[in-house]
């Protein structure tokens, strides 16, 4: 093995760690080891920066502003209205959400597709008096399994595209995905509906009455004023006085926080209370007690006279602005104009004062403002509104012209006479020109950590070819294979990439894997073909765990799930797709030439 190969695989050890450390960010990290590569001289500088001008970094930007298109064109809001009616039986329920999120995966950005549709099934679970988690991994799940079936569906598959254009000399088009694809959707789907949703725990407190959706208790806290029934109570008699199930964590007194306050102490005026609750037992102390939710008397004493204030919960989404900041260092009420009034998350840490925690994808907020352009503002924070959806119908021209400009950009794929990036391209201009894409959302649709992702990690993988690193391990994986029938080398890496998928992103497993995948078929000469099929259909397999894609990242908060109950609907949709895909790449794709 060569220096040069030897540096590669130790900037890339340390850049799989970092990812399954996830202390930092994806894109940071892949900066980081792009930045090293050239440094050490294993990138030239000349080209360090070529991936950001790769097809498949603009075909990957193209569809997210496409997929935005079709969002506010109301096409999604028109069917997810539909959808709302299909009844009260859970299996009903399961079916109806997941074949529509599948085909609206197929052709849109699959979280793009979920974030529209998942208020419509807490919707549907709170109406149901059933808990949210019953609903919502498997509409995460089946939004994978969508984005499998065609080329735009999801970022790996136009990895694999554009790694088999410079292979073969013609990349997959638009529809090669689907006849892998759609079998294991369609098999997947059945298997979600009849079997899948009845594995996911049922949490406790789902009732008839719940009022929302099932989550980790909130972290709020409340402020002791001159009117409050606690006033001069003990600590220790606050659950008998309001009849509330709540837990104090501790109080704050003369700006000193104090953890575990003893049972004796006595409440006086000004002390805020922090505590953990649901939202209904929340709701029931401080009208019983008589305190007052921190922040709620600065926004009203700033805009009296103004429109309805009201609570609304929402989720922080993965590409949130506000990610890993505070909404103390954001100035949340200056910047926003809402209050933070509480937060839930799976593992929270409690030895902070709310506005002092940073938010993290899957929070569950609960947060003050007014009524009116309350929209704009949760999406300008990059979360997603949780309360019963009020559907914002889009004018029927702009369904129209929506669905017209992407039918228009497919054919022209279709038909050969564009390619996808430049198709797709000119549709997400002409969502803008027409206005069926507000010109404020083209970039605030884009997901900036993935585009860097992609742009920083092509010159990796293509570092790690041209080192000869991806030769080295696929000769390792040669010794190996040469002992297995075909069908058993493409098993393999198939498991192997699916197990990477799951800790690391989909898309950096795509890179990694892809040229291992060539070297492999070449040295067991074989179809290449076949074997980058099975890269697309690993990277995109991530049952497994809630921080292999991001929609399973996106129902974490709203769903109320531990990371261990990804295992329960996980594995045995992993072992289903793995079993079905090897037989089906094997017939659609012959690897013998």
Request: with cysteine; glycine share 8%; aromatic share 6%.
């Amino acid at each position: 093995m060569s220096t040069e190969t030897l540096i590669v695989f130790i900037v890339l050890l340390l850049t799989l760690v970092a990812f399954i450390w996830g202390r930092f960010r994806h894109d940071i990290v892949a900066i980081s080891s792009l930045l090293i590569l050239i440094v050490t001289g294993n990138i030239e500088p000349e080209r360090a920066f070529e991936g950001f001008a790769h097809p498949a970094v603009i075909t990957v930007a193209a569809v997210l502003i496409v997929s935005a298109g079709l969002k506010h064109s109301g096409l999604i809001d028109v069917i997810g209205k539909l959808l709302t009616r299909i009844g009260d039986k859970p299996t009903l329920q399961v079916a109806a959400l997941c074949a529509m999120v599948c085909v609206a995966s197929a052709f849109m950005n699959n979280v793009g597709a979920l974030a529209v549709l998942m208020p419509v099934a807490i919707h549907m679970a709170r109406k149901s008096g059933r808990p949210p988690s019953l609903l919502l991994m498997p509409l995460a799940f089946s939004s994978l399994l969508g984005g499998m079936i065609t080329l735009i569906g999801t970022p790996p598959n136009i990895i694999i595209a554009a790694y088999r254009g410079d292979e073969a000399g013609k990349s997959f088009s638009m529809f090669d995905f689907a006849p892998v694809g759609m079998g294991l959707a369609i098999v997947g789907l059945l298997f979600i509906v009849l079997i899948g949703w009845r594995l996911i725990p049922r949490r406790e407190g789902a009732g008839k009455n719940q009022l929302s959706f099932e989550i980790d208790d909130y972290i709020t806290e409340v402020r002791v004023t001159k009117d409050s029934k606690i006033l001069g109570l003990n600590v220790n008699e606050l659950n008998d006085t309001s009849k509330s199930e709540v837990i104090l964590l501790g109080f704050i007194r003369d700006n000193r926080l104090m953890h575990a306050p003893s049972k004796w102490n006595k409440l006086r005026e000004g002390d805020i209370l922090i505590i953990e609750a649901d939202s209904d037992e929340l709701k029931k102390f401080v009208n019983d007690s008589g305190t007052e939710m921190v922040g709620t008397d600065l926004l009203r004493k700033d805009a009296e006279g103004s429109d309805e204030l009201r609570a609304f919960e929402v989720v922080v989404m993965n590409d949130s602005p506000i990610v890993d900041r505070t909404a103390s260092g954001l100035q949340l009420r200056e910047r926003y104009g809402v209050n933070l009034l509480a937060l839930a998350r799976s593992n929270i840490q409690r030895r902070k004062r709310i506005d002092h925690m940073q938010f993290k994808p899957g929070d569950v907020l609960l947060i003050q403002g007014y009524a009116q352009g309350i929209d704009e503002t949760v999406a300008e924070m990059g979360c997603l509104p949780l309360a019963d959806r009020n559907f914002t119908i889009g004018k029927k021209q702009n369904i129209i012209l929506g669905v017209g400009i992407f039918a228009a950009a497919i054919a022209t794929v279709l038909l050969g006479w564009l390619n996808v990036e430049i198709a797709f391209m000119g549709a997400a201009l002409g969502m803008v020109l027409t206005r069926v894409l507000p010109i404020r959302h083209i970039y605030t649709s884009v997901d900036w950590p993935v585009i860097v992702l992609l742009g920083a990690m092509i010159p990796v993988g293509a570092a790690l070819e041209d080192s000869g690193g991806a030769e080295y391990i696929a000769s390792l994986m040669l010794d190996v294979g040469h002992q297995l029938p075909t069908w058993g080398s493409i098993a393999a890496l198939l498991v192997t990439t699916m197990l990477l998928s799951n800790v690391i992103n989909n898309a950096a497993t795509a890179v990694l894997m892809a040229p291992i995948a060539i070297g492999l078929a070449s040295g067991l000469n074989l179809s290449s073909d076949a074997f980058l099929m099975t890269i697309a259909i690993g990277a995109s397999a991530t049952f497994l765990t809630p921080i292999g894609h991001q929609s399973n990242t996106l129902i974490m908060g709203p769903g109320g799930y531990k990371f261990r109950d990804f295992l329960n609907m996980g594995i045995p949709m992993t072992i289903l797709v793995a079993a079905l895909a090897v037989p089906l790449i094997m017939y659609f794709w012959p690897a013998n030439l």
